[in-house]
């Protein structure tokens, strides 16, 4: 491996020797249930982007979890904000990833979601238009669709005012979509949170500080606390950590048994 990209596990002892992608998917896993995982990068005075985007928190370890996250889900779930300000394209995966996942009796590519209120969307955005499977968008009632959006997507509506997460994410598992990968933004979180619907945190904690300005990863009405339980620690030779957290008293993808 490069320089940069050395992964090693520091938790649970004994500690690990550089992770190859098997091992690491092996770590992360699927559950054989319905699952909620969420994947943020934040810096340790707890920002959620640097200069306006969350690029500039991450690197290539933080790249290559991201990437072998994407491969394990069914349905990728991201709020219409961050897929328009942070430039999401299609949702593509490289050979041996899809490989794995046609190996494991998924779908080529997982399915990307969309939470979006207002359904404020651009039908010609490529992370719609190009899409490899037909996207689906979680919307209100009342949310009119902008001309050609129906033509790229399918709508699925629950809630009045605000989308209802709860029966969203209900219908996404009706349509087979057990294992979902939310990669934020933080309302979307903080939404998520307060619903009481997150299995799963995965952190990477990126070794720089990035001062006062940027918001949290997660923002929106207070909430209970939800406690975590920590399942593994990771560490690049660069300084990052990657920390895995599952709901407490919960069941999740757990190697180590």
Same mark, same amino acid.
């Given at each position: 491996? *490069? ?14 020797g %550089?992770?190859d &992608?098997?091992e690491?998917?092996r770590l ?9 995982r969420?994947?943020? @990068?934040? *810096?340790? &005075?707890g920002?959620? *982007?640097?200069?306006?985007?969350s690029?500039g ?6 790249? +290559?979890v991201?990437?072998l996250l994407?491969m394990?889900c ?16 299609a =949702?593509r /995966? $490289? ?10 009796? /998924? ?6 979601v969309? @939470?979006?209120?207002s359904?404020?969307?651009d ?6 238009? !190009?899409? %490899? =499977?037909?996207p689906?968008?979680?919307? #209100?009632?009342?949310a009119? %669709? ?5 033509? =790229?997507?399918?709508? @699925?509506?629950?809630?009045g005012?605000?989308? &209802?997460?709860?029966?969203g ?5 009706h349509r ?7 990669? $934020?933004? %933080? ?10 619907? =997150?299995?799963?945190?995965?952190? #990477? ?8 300005g940027?918001? +949290?990863?997660?923002t929106?009405?207070p909430s ?7 399942r593994h ?13 599952? +709901?407490?008293?919960? *069941?999740?993808? !757990?190697p180590? $048994?």
């Amino acid at each position: 491996m *490069s320089a940069g990209t050395t992964i090693r596990r520091i938790w649970p002892p004994p500690p690990s020797g %550089p992770l190859d &992608d098997a091992e690491l998917t092996r770590l992360y896993g699927r559950a054989d249930h319905p699952h909620l995982r969420v994947n943020f @990068v934040t *810096s340790p &005075d707890g920002a959620v *982007s640097l200069d306006g985007y969350s690029a500039g928190l991450s690197g290539v370890p933080d790249k +290559r979890v991201f990437g072998l996250l994407r491969m394990l889900c069914d349905g990728l779930v991201v709020a219409a904000g961050t897929l328009r300000h942070e430039g999401y394209r299609a =949702v593509r /995966l $490289g050979g041996p990833r899809r490989d794995w996942r046609r190996a494991h009796g /998924l779908a080529e590519y997982p399915t990307l979601v969309v @939470v979006s209120r207002s359904l404020a969307l651009d039908p010609a955005q490529a992370a719609l238009a !190009d899409a %490899p =499977v037909r996207p689906v968008v979680l919307t #209100t009632e009342a949310a009119t %669709p902008p001309a050609g959006l129906t033509d =790229v997507v399918d709508l @699925v509506r629950s809630g009045g005012d605000a989308v &209802d997460l709860a029966a969203g994410l209900a219908e996404l598992r009706h349509r087979g979509l057990g294992e979902l990968l939310c990669e $934020g933004g %933080p309302q979307l979180f903080g939404a998520l949170t307060a619903a009481d619907l =997150v299995d799963e945190l995965c952190l #990477t904690v990126s070794p720089l500080l990035a001062g006062a300005g940027p918001g +949290r990863i997660t923002t929106g009405d207070p909430s209970a606390p939800r406690p975590l339980e920590l399942r593994h620690v990771l560490a690049a030779d660069d300084g990052v950590l990657m920390l895995r957290y599952v +709901r407490a008293g919960g *069941s999740a993808p !757990d190697p180590a $048994g």
